[in-house]
């Protein structure tokens, strides 16, 4: 176990420079000039001059490798760089919208739990009755409606029609959360209910549950106690990608309602040529997606015991 823990962190490091070194490539490739970009913020423009000073003494004018062996090295000591267009620290910036950031991944992820599980599984129960055809099309419909068409429905029904939930997001509140976290919870129930409805048939033909019931086992204690335990496990991959993907940060559905989190700050990094921040967030993702992947295949390790054992 502890082996195969370090041969991940090893490949943890190599990923992430690898990832360090491309998106520094991409960013220092891209058209428009960093210095401009930054006092164009601003609206005040200085002289050719002033702005070739102020290239050489961040660094601008020296070689492309020179440039990122710097700017490696101060990550690595938890400095990120300078945002151009506010003009504070770029860790410090990453750091306000952490918190906001979890909450609303956690929310989100509670309220498709709420919604997929006990939909896959009365679903899968009920497979190709009356019941399993409304709960399928319902997944259908959300899993085909994207989350920037939802939250725009939601912000118009329920927040300007109905008056029951705050229509701007900004600021923490539980309130200001729903909206949101069911927007992002949606489209995942969708995909989510239809797996555990797979997952969920799928172990009720093994042979397992069939000697189970010939033991005198009840239904209900079969379902329970093995069924739904053993086909929750290959979602783990699943659930792990999706917290993942929302702790980088869900762009569309953070600028729809304003809410302040990462992902909204990544898009007016990229409106205003942020380079700085721009390379912070998507190293900041990069570490988030495999720290979690990390997580779930220990987790295996835990929830299976065939996996201990090196079956």
Known sequence: MKRQLA????????VLL????????????????????????????????????????????????????????NCLQGDFGISYS??????????????????????????MVVMAVPTGVISA???????????RSGTFLGISMPNFWVGLLLLYLIGVKLKLLPVVA????????????????????????????????????????????????????????HVIPNAMLPLLTMLGLSLGSLLGGTAVVEVIFSYPALGS??????????YPLIQGYILWVALIYMLVNLAVDISYSFLDPRLRKGV
């Open 265 to 274: 700050l990544a898009i007016a990094a990229i409106i205003a040529m942020d």
């Open 18 to 73: 690898g990832i360090s070194f491309m998106s520094f490539l991409l960013v220092y490739l891209a058209p428009g000039d960093p210095v401009r970009a930054m006092f164009a913020v601003s609206g005040n423009i200085p002289s050719e001059e002033v702005m070739a000073e102020i290239r050489e003494e961040m660094g601008l004018n020296r070689p492309f490798l020179m440039q990122y062996a710097s700017w490696l090295k």
């Open 125 to 135: 129960l009920y497979q190709n009755r009356p019941i399993d055809y409304v709960m």
């Open 170 to 225: 900004v600021g923490m509140g539980f309130k200001k959360m729903i909206l949101p976290a069911f927007t992002l919870a949606f489209a995942m129930a969708g995909k989510y209910a239809r797996q555990v409805r797979a997952a969920i048939l799928e172990e009720m033909n093994q042979d397992y549950v069939s000697g189970a019931l010939a033991r005198g086992l009840s239904e209900s204690t079969v379902l329970w106690r």
């Open 7 to 14: 041969k991940r962190l090893t490949q943890i490091i190599i």
């Open 86 to 111: 506010q003009g504070k620290p770029v860790a410090q910036m990453l750091a306000s919208r952490v918190w906001p950031t979890l909450y609303l991944a956690f929310l989100s992820l509670a309220m």
